[in-house]
């Protein structure tokens, strides 16, 4: 297996979310097509944030995880929807994305919020942080967008990997996508485009975006889970994510782990 740093795909991948964080990144974040070309009314953006983490955190104390609340990452934070509503739940919030251009808006958006903190980071970048490192972990909408499925499974185990014992992994993550999502034609030829010196703006006019989706049938990430020596506590559908897509949530602990036991490479 290729290691996801290796790959010019993944800087083909950072370029495009920097071009979508630069142009229209709420619209990027939540594709509503009434809020394509920065229509999205901002109050309403970031409440959407707040009810999602509401609902997410009332589901957790049910579960009875994660056991402590010191410290909580978002992994592909955006412009900090959820970061910022995770700080009520969290002594203290990361927020890592790939983009620079969703953490400068991260920043400028919730300066207020003191026990927030946002970071651009690559693959590389999440490996280097210690394991075990984080009471919750949040990945909404997020690893879909990977192109290549082995490089979604080698975040997944860095994730599982970054959990504190008796923590709390809440990952999303498409089943099933209908067959014209997986053709992703304006993706291909805003790829085509670009690489040939096409601006994004340009691009953008054109209606042409390179978001692409992917799924893993939910058999597959429960073992991959699993095999990582997670516990996956339930898997409930997800309904946010598009018309005809089957989508999942997954909720895993790592209970009992002792951190060099890990199955983070
Ligand atoms: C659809 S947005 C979701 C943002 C946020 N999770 C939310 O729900 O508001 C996807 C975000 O993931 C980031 N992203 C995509 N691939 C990533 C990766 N491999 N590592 C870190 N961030 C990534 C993008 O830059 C973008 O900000």
């Known amino acids: ?32 097509p009434a809020k394509k070309n920065n229509r999205w009314d901002l109050e309403a953006f970031l409440e959407s944030g ?13 579960l009875g995880y994660p056991r402590q609340h010191r410290s909580a ?15 009520g739940h969290f002594d203290q919030c990361l927020g890592l994305d790939i983009a620079q251009a969703m953490v400068e808006r991260a920043r400028s958006l919730n300066g207020d919020i003191k ?10 970048d999440l490996v280097a942080t210690p394991n075990a490192s984080f009471d919750f972990i949040y990945c909404s909408i997020v690893l879909q967008h990977i192109a290549d499925p ?44 670009r690489s040939a010196g096409v601006s994004g703006e340009v691009l953008q006019r054109l209606r042409l975006h390179p978001i692409s989706m992917t799924a893993i049938p939910e058999p597959e990430v429960t073992r991959l889970l699993s095999s990582m020596g997670a516990t996956v506590l339930d898997v409930a559908r ?24 890990r199955a983070a490479a």
């Not at 297996?1 to 974040?29: C, F, N, Y």
């Not at 707040?50 to 049910?62: F, G, H, N, P, T």
């Open 115 to 124: 026990n927030c903190r946002f970071e651009q980071a690559s693959f590389d």
């Open 73 to 87: 990452l978002d992994f592909g934070c955006g412009v900090g929807r959820t970061t910022r509503a995770l700080a």
């Open 50 to 62: 707040q009810a999602e983490i509401d609902a997410v955190m009332s589901k957790a104390d049910a």
């Open 150 to 193: 082995d490089a979604i499974e080698q975040h997944l185990r860095q994730l599982v990997g970054k959990l504190a014992r008796d923590g709390l992994l809440v990952v999303q993550l498409p089943s099933w996508l209908p067959a014209r999502r997986r053709m992703q034609v304006r993706r291909r030829s805003y790829r085509m485009l």
């Open 238 to 261: 997800a309904t946010e994510v598009g018309t005809g897509i089957e989508s999942r949530t997954y909720w895993v602990t790592m209970p009992g782990a002792e951190v060099g036991e």
């Open 1 to 32: 297996m290729k290691p996801v740093s290796a790959t010019s795909e993944q800087e083909r991948h950072r370029r495009d979310w920097e071009d979508l964080g630069k142009l229209d990144p709420l619209w990027a974040i939540l594709s509503d």
